[in-house]
């Protein structure tokens, strides 16, 4: 089975700090074994931004949910965002071409 990981909020006063915070933990997410992808999404009309990251078991999950960065994201996202949600699903069926509006997607092997 595999899962996402999708991050809703609406934008607030975001600053360097949250820049840095947001692409660190990014970043090392793509190196957790069990990452498949990413693709976010900016919706100008309302402010909203998603982020939905795409993992082979929710193990590979529960390792960036424990980062150190995603700590200190979490304690300090009132500083950013005004509201926000966290969806996770098991995705049981992909149609098309599974690569679509992946931000990232690692080599297959």
Do not use: C
Not at 49 to 68: I, K, N, P, T
């Amino acid at each position: 089975m595999k899962y996402s990981s999708t991050f809703i909020f609406e934008t607030g006063e975001l600053d360097e700090d949250f820049d840095r915070l947001n692409t660190e933990i990014a970043e090392r997410a793509r190196t957790i074994p069990g990452f498949l992808g990413e693709e976010e999404w900016h919706n100008s009309d309302t402010g909203l931004h998603s982020e939905v990251y795409y993992w082979e078991s929710l193990e590979a999950l529960r390792e960036l949910v424990s980062m150190d960065t995603h700590g200190v994201a979490k304690l300090r996202s009132g500083e950013w965002i005004p509201r926000y949600r966290v969806v996770i699903a098991e995705v049981h069926t992909v149609y098309g071409d599974p690569t679509l509006g992946l931000a990232h997607v690692p080599a297959q092997s």
